[in-house]
């Protein structure tokens, strides 16, 4: 994106624009962005989520994240993340001066046109519904279809409240299915729509949309709602930040590397393809693929079976030298940059195969180490390859979890269902938590799908 310098008049009697432009206003304005670049940060209120901000891999991710952080980039500001426990508190906390911006999607109400000023990029929203695609499979294409339908909602959300309101508006027949128990989410929902374990839900379309992209088997086409709009916000007292917001994604917004995050976030496949991703590929009785070599070598150095290395590359790039997953992770062995260069492989290399490998080891070794408690060797395997996936703070957070609700830290078919819980407020909130929100599912197939993958290795391919 381009780099973005606003010029700040000390009478503030010019309002600062992009590519240092200046636009005249009728009388001086506050000097809320004097301060802010003053102290060389801003200070940002947002709600942990899939859509909006969490960490991946030790490193913060998410669609608004991402936008916040080219912003605060272009004009060289550091960022201040503090979480709300949920959307309502937002407001709260931003008009108590705990912040200097909202950066997440809050409706635009009248009521808070009084006390904020909405700006940077206005969205609208709209509830749809989540239906599976494919053979066999009726599409909805009309919400009068719903009637003698089962919708599946969770309680006392507000997809319980506009279904309920629908049901009202069509003279009944919608049978609302409510799920009351604190350990799923609306997202647990849309993956059991796609794995045919119920027959529909409602969600956000933004969230819909991101979840395509693990489920290209759902269908969100079918509005349910009315278009609610929303943006991100600031105080009144800050109509320099707020102007400054507006000028920026306006100028920003067909930029090429502006529609790079949102093609990583709502159109990039967010897990491999099933049906290639079940298939070990072998190239013969005493080979898995061309860079064994490199395999058995550097699995030496952690006394691992070549195989298991052998899997996880498989499974995070099926063997691809310059794969780039949504997230950034690269190369043989899926590795992020900065966890690359942080065991010897420079951001430059990270096609090379040999240098992937190396550093990978490196990486495992670490994490070896951070879970040597766990006495069981096959146990700790599991640990460390979810902490390979997912970041090992995420599977901490999981193991804090699991010993506070009495269950074993040490045993990973106990602690996966608090990587999954990690996901929902009640969890991610609770204080022996340290890295927030997470997509645990993802993780827990990962697992999953490695173990499979190196038994089956074991079985067909000989040391």
Known sequence: ???????????????PSSGCKEKKIQKPLSDDYFQIRKKGEINVLTVAGSMSYFIYKGEPKGYEYELLNDFAESCKLKINIKLAENESKLVEMLLKNEGDLIAYNIPITKENKASLFYCGREVTNQQVLIQRTGKGETQLKDVTDLI??????????????????????LGGGINIRVIDKDTISAEDLIEMVAMGKIPYTVSDADIAKLNKTYYPNINISLQVSHPQRASWAVRKTSPFLAAI????????????????????YFEMSKRPNDSQMAMAIVMGPHQISPFDHFFKEYAKQIQWDWRLLAAISFQESKFCTNCVSWAGATGLMGLMPKTAEAFGLPSDQLDDPEGSVMAATGFLKRLNRSFSEIQNENERIKFILAAYNAGAGHIYDAQALAEKYGKDPHLWEEVEEYVRLK??????????????????TETINYVRNVVDRWNQYQEIVKH
Do not use: T
């Not at 700040?8 to 309002?15: D, E, G, H, V």
């Open 1 to 15: 994106m381009k780099p973005y310098f606003p010029i700040i008049i000390a009478l503030a009697l010019f309002l």
């Open 148 to 169: 003698g339908k089962d919708v599946w909602v969770i309680h006392d959300s507000k997809y319980q409240r506009r279904m309920k309101n629908l049901n009202d508006e």
């Open 245 to 264: 917001l507006n000028d920026w994604f306006k100028e920003n917004q067909n930029d090429s590397h502006y529609k790079s995050i949102v093609k990583r």
């Open 423 to 440: 996901s929902l407020p009640e969890y991610y909130n609770d204080p022996v938590c340290k890295q927030g929100y997470f997509r645990g």
